[in-house]
């Protein structure tokens, strides 16, 4: 195979990093799309190129728009995204621009169902996959208040993802006052129990085949999280579990799901049972620690879009850690636990940083300097 050329987007995500070594280290001719001169994949030395577009969520027909006419250049031979909002606009033109790159992401089809939390649950409950009980066929006030949930529950948009849209609310008249004061349209909303805020948030990162055949699969928990409500995880832990591979894998199959996929989980802390809470069809955010624990996505990736055997990683390496130390930090100054929480905030055992590295070190500043200037945008919209 000749060497390819790949354009990544989505260059102020932190994951760009990882993929853009991997793929180097490949011998893939990288090319980073950036939406600013202060996105991580901007000032990092990974990329062999670098394309200052349009790159932002706010502006999907600017980007789309950017996308279209970097790959009808045709001098790209793979696209891959890294985000929610790139890949739905990669899937839903996928048919068309196939013509002049291989495009990493599902079929539109299948990627409408994945997007939708109100499907996965309904999949899943169709299917004795754990999940949280959830109501189906939701309209108005009354048919929440009548169909036998138990308080706590949570309300929260059927697409998207982040905390924007979120509530978990406590009692029926917290529910109402909600509903009333925000305008909420529940039929566009997942209405289903809340599960403990004591429990674990895991996650599973997938790579599925062309023949639906699951080629990796690795787990990690969330251990502290900024803002400290609703907020990402800023200290994760790898770890194995069959039962939870086992029911991630019956789910991808069922839903037909290929390439880079990862399913966000809570251990029910009442019963144990990992519960599916949504699915990204895409990598997720700590995508760095998969690397770590010896599993190449970005391998897999070449393999299955160039219609090679994928190597497969059944087998990974646990008790890996991965820190986001910017906002690690601010949760130690926030959170009540700081002194209490295990492992330690203080422990570097297996502990790398999800941003620096010695022969990288700029985009450790500049994702700080994007998050100082974007924190009270990002807490608004997660109040």
Avoid at 49 to 71: A, W
Avoid at 160 to 176: D, Y
Wanted: hydrophobic share 35%.
């Amino acid at each position: 195979m000749s060497v390819c050329k790949v354009l990544i987007l989505d260059g102020y995500a932190r994951q760009c990093l990882p993929f853009l070594r991997a793929f180097n280290e490949l011998n893939c001719e990288t090319t980073q799309l950036c939406g600013s001169k202060i996105d991580c994949g901007y000032v990092s030395r990974l990329p062999k190129h670098k394309v200052l577009g349009i790159c932002d969520p706010d502006n999907l027909r600017g980007t789309e728009k950017c996308i279209e006419d970097l790959i009808k250049t045709r001098n790209y031979d793979l696209i891959f995204p890294l985000t929610d909002y790139s890949s739905a606009i990669l899937s839903r033109r996928k048919a068309e621009w196939s013509e002049y790159a291989r495009i990493a992401v599902n079929d539109w089809k299948v990627y409408q169902q994945i997007q939708d939390k109100l499907s996965v649950m309904k999949v899943c409950m169709e299917n004795g996959i754990p999940c949280p009980k959830t109501v189906f066929d939701i309209f108005s006030i009354e048919d929440v208040l009548n169909a036998n949930l138990q308080f706590p529950i949570v309300v929260k948009p059927r697409n998207g993802c982040g905390a924007k849209g979120f509530h978990r609310l406590k009692t029926k008249k917290q529910f109402v006052d909600c509903v009333k004061e925000n305008n909420v349209d529940l039929s566009s909303m997942v209405v289903q129990e809340s599960i403990p805020i004591d429990s674990l948030v895991i996650s599973d990162n997938i790579f599925v085949d062309a023949n639906g055949e699951v080629k990796s699969s690795y787990l990690y928990g969330s251990h502290r999280f900024f803002p400290l409500a609703g907020g990402t995880g800023t200290f994760n832990i790898s770890f194995d579990r069959k039962d939870v591979h086992e029911q991630c894998s019956r789910l991808v199959k069922i839903m037909g799901i290929r390439g880079c996929v990862g399913i966000d989980m809570i251990i029910d802390s009442r019963d144990n049972i990992a519960k599916i809470i949504e699915v990204n069809p895409r990598v997720l955010a700590c995508a760095k620690l998969g690397f770590m624990c010896g599993v190449n996505q970005a391998e897999q990736t070449l393999q299955l879009e160039y219609g090679q055997e994928v190597t497969p990683y059944m087998e990974y390496k646990t008790d890996i850690r991965l820190r986001m130390s910017q906002t690690d930090i601010l949760w130690f100054l926030k959170s009540p636990d700081r002194f209490k929480t295990k492992p330690s905030f203080f422990s570097i055992n297996n502990t790398k940083d999800q941003m620096f590295t010695w022969d990288d070190p700029l985009p450790w500043f500049a994702f700080l300097f994007r998050g100082v200037k974007n924190y009270k945008k990002e807490i608004e919209k997660r109040s």
